[in-house]
């Protein structure tokens, strides 16, 4: 639990310092200082998540699988880490390494546009870096990969917003529901919005059918399949969403990505009805939500500073996200897995 709160301390103490400043730019040598920690920390943790199991498993699994075999699964770009990791006599740790690579490295080129970027990697750690990065390996890369494009279309290079997110895609097909975002906030004319929700919907539905249009029903309605706090993590996603429209004008104003948002904001709020109906299925489509947590608490102590002054609005958002932190990591049900942390070369250090 320690290294929790440590990454939790160094990241919101940053974020509070450097709080109400005009221009808030770290050096990139911080950053890439922060981006090795991060991805030692989620790249060589040893049986951490709660579905650490079941990656070994696979990884175990694919040596009877030839290359082409291989390829043929779903889910080819996180099957191609594993395939050759295998053949070339690596461990587990070395694709969990690679993945935590992409992972971090789309977070911090994320975050590094946004006003305060520490301000938004405090929000991260809580669940996006703990929960999702540690446990679900393939999603969070393709979260990861996501927050890479979103980077690329908030710089209008819409070819490569397009690349990351296929790649993303080939870790979780799931990802795909992103491409309808990109489309719709950067298309204009009527074609191009109906090719948008055309794509949506096509990534829903190759989100959560596995094998025909039964196993949707059966595994995701009729089984009732609920995730454990499926309704308090689309919650997190839903406040931000009103404030972000609370901030609407300021928004307009003073940033150039609010169609972008404005949509997201609304996919999360309509997730809190959705969640009652289907909760694994919401709960892993609200994961590519997650970055409307960390643009709008990075950006909101400038938005409010009419209100509050950006430090107070600071400390309360950390106060805030610690709480979460301590609340999941001591009553969670599935806090177990990932207490206490250990690293593969210090299995007892943590």
């Known amino acids: 639990m320690f290294i929790y709160i440590f990454m939790y301390l160094i990241a919101s103490f940053s974020a509070i310092s450097i709080s109400g400043r005009q221009t808030i730019r770290s050096s990139t040598i911080v950053w890439t200082v922060t981006g090795i920690f991060l991805t030692i920390i989620i790249g060589w943790r040893h049986h951490v998540g709660g579905d650490w199991n079941n990656y070994l498993r696979r990884f175990n699994a694919i040596s009877d699988f030839s290359f082409s075999q291989t390829m043929e699964q779903s889910d080819v770009g996180y099957q191609f880490l594993v395939y050759w990791m295998n053949a070339w ?121 596995e094998t025909d249009s039964s196993a949707l029903w059966k595994n995701y309605v009729e089984a009732e399949m609920q995730s454990q706090g499926a309704l308090i993590r689309v919650v997190l996603n839903a406040i931000p969403a009103i404030l972000l429209l609370l901030y609407r004008k300021q928004w307009k104003r003073y940033f150039n990505d609010y169609t972008l948002w404005f949509m997201v904001a609304w996919a999360s709020l309509a997730s809190l009805i959705a969640v009652n109906f289907a909760s694994t299925a919401v709960d892993r489509m609200a994961l590519y939500f997650i970055p409307i947590q960390i643009v709008v608490y990075a950006r909101l102590p400038f938005l409010a500073k009419n209100t509050l002054s950006p430090k107070v609005t600071s400390t309360l958002i950390v106060v805030f996200y610690a709480f979460i932190l301590l609340v999941w990591l001591n009553f969670a049900v599935n806090a177990r897995y990932w207490v206490p942390y250990h690293h593969m070369f210090f299995l007892d250090l943590f």
């Not at 789309?106 to 669940?127: C, D, K, S």
């Not at 979780?172 to 948008?196: T, V, W």
């Open 89 to 209: 006599g690596f461990e587990i740790y070395a694709v969990n390494f690679l993945s935590a690579i992409l992972f971090v490295t789309g977070l911090i080129v994320f975050l590094r546009r946004e006003l305060n970027p520490w301000l938004g990697l405090t929000v991260a750690i809580p669940y996006l870096i703990i929960v999702v990065s540690m446990g679900y390996t393939r999603q969070g890369v393709a979260v990861g990969l996501v927050m890479w494009a979103l980077a690329s279309l908030n710089r209008r290079k819409f070819l490569q917003f397009l690349f990351f997110i296929l790649l993303a895609v080939s870790f979780h097909k799931s990802a795909i529901l992103m491409i309808a975002f990109g489309i719709f906030s950067h298309g204009k004319g009527k074609l191009l919005k109906f090719l948008a929700v055309l794509v949506a919907g096509i990534g829903i539905w190759l989100s959560f059918v």
